[in-house]
């Protein structure tokens, strides 16, 4: 460099970090010049920074300085190395100069996104015991990137506030179905087999004496509107059965050995709400030959009705038949006829109901707030009601003033309607159509006692506070130190604290998009449903149990246990222990790994690895990327847009490392390249699926060597133990990502001060999880904007 810009800079670096304290000399200047401005000053100007020419102004480059040096991103690992001690002082004065950056104004509010808003309804009206599901109504968030919670990306339009009111609405209908001061008896439905539906007529026959259905995706269950529940309620469903045609197999399928399953679940009649319902399904064996009585107890919503389902019944043999015929393994004359096959005979189907444990229903006495159906011609009852509704809908104190609008429109809605029921019904469709109710309202700097219980209670629960945390908002006491580290133990200890692990999990590894892509079924026959259903459960089951055991996060890099059913055991080749090993069991169990195992942790998941293949291959690029902007929270920038794809060498002349070497000999693709692709290169270890393999074909071996953080490693084991030497750079991106989960935004400069008193706290600690949420929860990452 000329001597003139050594002097300038000198001389720049000296006024920015002049506020130094005394007795506290700053050789950071030096510093920087040493490692940094060869690279990036006003010349060569790499990744369009400069810094030879700073002042006190570049805030937002001050942050960007601090994490690239926090999170050893620079220097490249082929430049100068600073100490630990001179990358700490470096980063430490960056981040003191950044602290000025603003927190954004779109933090002040934020909406509830569409798993809230279930959760949330469910709980403000007491809908708990059926499957109406109110987020049903709402379009899916569309958030790109970044986690549902964040503000930002939770935009609202007119069409989804039309959205709200008919949720709204359709939920207080459900809630409020009746205000009758006595429960009503009970009704008897005998289905008619005669009348029975739901398979095509190909794979169904019925008389008066029983219906018999051969397909697994059908929904079976009574015809016409008398079969849907006109009440909410408990009811008592009675089904005979039996599995009969066991050896009656058509040519194209082959036997299974397990007898036909009956899945008895609950399924919708029309719009209203409803989740997937083989989520809800309870699962009977039967015998051949032999009929069985089977009797369960469900509480089914308003318009809803109990199905019958072959649960493990071919799902569409017309498909598999047509197929058969053009590959010439039938002929036209097996296929003739209607569909043969082992079928299950039903000979009564019963719903007997609505039955109460306790009158009024739960959804009734949790939204009017009493034991007794109250007089709604009585004005003092009609203001408690609302006001009580009021203060939980809108989660906070509601003044005289919002009161006496809500009153008068209550009022004019009954004159509307001559009808008290029909017009509370209506004035709290508004309420939870409001703002008050659809967003998250903070205030500047630190929150007040309510907001800081909203933050806690969508943080770990994804739904409003509960009774005692809103009377320890409503006395103020929430906010006294003590008080708020017991309540933040209470969350996570809750069962309900599962509904954080689940999301948070999914979105941090992307996990929501696994599926999007799924693998070739040709390709990867022991690739299903079950088995993409296993992956997913197995990293969700990993997370909570390293949060509730209080392990340390070193596990997420490498463990000596993951969670496995039979599927996946098989897919990985990997004893099960588990008690039944026949497949088709779904439950998965704490599983320890064989020594030589490469499974250990995260990066070993198949649900990982399944979902950043492309259902046919593998990319050590996609790979990379996702380690390093998902796992790692050092994600690179795009690819320049006049930089060519890399074209596979279909011919396999040249292997995938062979055609990443060639792409990297571009300059604008070298740097960063060799950070994704050895990171990348050690998951080649593993197929589409996430199998373990060391050939691609018989005669192309994987290579899975490569370098990181300056260390060479030459498989996925030595990765890790690479990544496990020092486990604050992993911690130091979690403790990021749980942050802006729980905040609801992304984190800036000025909060990273807390984040590195976190991450040393932890330190101390092994990095234990639970702590480090702890930690999080009741500092002023959770107890300010």
């Not at 892509?517 to 040709?522: C, E, L, V």
Request: proline letters at 6%; charged letters at 25%; glycine letters at 6%.
């Amino acid at each position: 460099m000329k001597p003139l810009k050594l002097l300038a800079t000198s001389l720049c670096f000296f006024s920015v970090f002049s506020n130094t304290r005394a007795g506290e000399p700053s050789n950071t200047p030096s510093l920087l010049q040493k490692y940094c401005v060869r690279c990036h000053n006003a010349d060569e100007n790499e990744g369009d920074v400069s810094l030879d020419q700073l002042t006190k102004e570049d805030v937002d480059l001050f942050g960007r300085i601090y994490e690239q040096l926090s999170s050893q991103q620079m220097p490249p690992d082929d430049e100068p190395q600073p100490t630990r001690e001179e990358r700490e002082r470096l980063a430490s004065q960056f981040l003191q100069l950044a602290k000025k950056t603003a927190v954004p104004e779109t933090a002040a509010m934020r909406r509830l996104n569409k798993r809230e808003y279930s959760n949330t309804v469910r709980d403000l009206l007491g809908i708990r015991g059926g499957i109406f599901d109110p987020g049903k109504f709402i379009y899916k968030d569309e958030v790109s990137e970044g986690f549902d919670t964040e503000g930002e990306a939770l935009v609202t339009s007119n069409e989804l506030l039309l959205e709200y009111l008919e949720a709204a609405q359709m939920s207080l209908r459900q809630a409020l179905f009746t205000l009758a001061s006595d429960a009503p008896k009970p009704n008897v439905i005998n289905v008619n087999t005669a009348k029975m539906t739901g398979a095509s007529r190909r794979y169904e026959t019925k008389d008066s004496q029983a219906y018999v259905f051969r397909v697994g995706k059908a929904k079976i269950h009574g015809s016409g509107p008398t079969q849907l529940m006109k009440m909410p309620g408990r009811y008592r469903i009675t089904v005979t059965a039996s599995a009969i045609d066991k050896d009656r197999y058509p040519v194209p399928f082959v036997p299974v050995n397990t007898p036909p399953v009956l899945g008895i679940g609950i399924a919708s009649g029309n719009r209203s709400g409803v989740s997937e319902f083989d989520r809800h399904e309870e699962k009977f064996s039967l015998t051949y030959n032999q009929k069985q009585t089977i009797q369960v107890e469900r509480w089914i919503d308003q318009g809803f009705h109990p199905y019958l389902r072959f649960a493990n019944g071919p799902g569409k043999p017309i498909t598999q038949i047509r197929a058969n015929l053009r590959r010439g393994k039938i002929t036209k004359a097996d296929a003739k006829g209607p569909f043969v096959g082992p079928a299950i005979r039903v000979t009564e189907f019963k719903i007997e109901g609505p039955f109460y444990d306790a009158w009024p229903p739960e959804s009734v006495r949790t939204t009017i707030g009493s034991d007794t159906v109250p007089k709604l011609e009585n004005a003092t009852a009609r203001l408690y009601l609302l006001g009580r509704f009021a203060r939980r809908t809108f989660r906070r104190r509601v003044s005289r003033e919002e009161m006496s609008l809500w009153v008068k429109y209550l009022n004019t809605r009954y004159t509307a309607t001559r009808d008290w029921r029909e017009a509370f019904i209506k004035t709290m469709t508004v309420m939870m159509a409001s703002p008050d109710f659809l967003y998250l309202q903070e205030d500047e700097d630190e929150l007040d006692a309510f907001q800081l219980a909203n933050r806690l209670s969508y943080f770990f629960w994804s739904t409003m506070p509960d009774r005692e945390l809103f009377l320890l908002a409503d006395s103020g006491k929430l906010t006294e130190p003590d008080v708020l580290q017991q309540q933040v133990i209470r969350l996570i200890d809750d069962p309900r604290s599962r509904r954080f692990s689940d999301s948070f999990v999914d979105q941090w590894l992307a996990l929501d998009t696994l599926g999007s892509m799924p693998p070739d079924s040709k390709l990867f026959r022991s690739y299903n449903a079950s088995v993409e259903a296993a992956m997913l459960a197995e990293t969700r089951e990993f997370f909570n149990h390293v949060l509730q055991e209080n392990h340390s996060v070193r596990d997420f890099i490498d463990s000596e246990y993951t969670f496995l059913n039979p599927q996946l055991a098989a897919l990985y080749g990997i004893p099960y222990e588990g008690g039944d090993a026949s497949i088709g069991s779904g439950k998965l169990v704490l599983s320890r790994l064989p020594k030589s195992s490469a499974r250990g942790g995260i990066l070993g998941h198949a649900s990982v690895l399944t979902l950043t293949s492309n259902g046919v291959e593998t990319s050590p690029v996609t790979r990379g990327v996702w380690v390093l902007a998902n796992f790692m929270g050092t994600p690179p920038p795009p690819p320049p847009a006049e930089v060519p794809a890399l074209v596979p060498d279909l011919n396999g002349a040249k292997t995938v490392r062979e055609l990443l070497e060639m792409h990297r000999s571009d300059p604008a693709c070298m740097n960063c390249h060799r950070r994704m692709d050895p990171l990348g290169f050690a998951l080649e270890a593993f197929d589409p699926v996430g199998r373990f393999r060391t050939k691609y074909s018989k005669r192309a071996k994987v290579s899975t060597q490569g370098r990181y953080m300056g260390q060479n490693f030459e498989d996925i084991t030595g990765l890790k133990q690479i990544l496990s030497k020092d486990v604050r750079l992993f911690a130091r991106n979690l403790i990021v990502r749980l942050a802006e989960y729980a905040k609801g935004r992304k984190l800036v400069p000025a909060d990273y001060a807390t984040v590195e008193e976190i991450l040393s706290e932890s330190q101390k600690d092994s990095f234990k999880l639970k702590r480090i949420i702890y930690m999080i929860a009741t500092s002023d990452l959770m107890t300010d904007r």
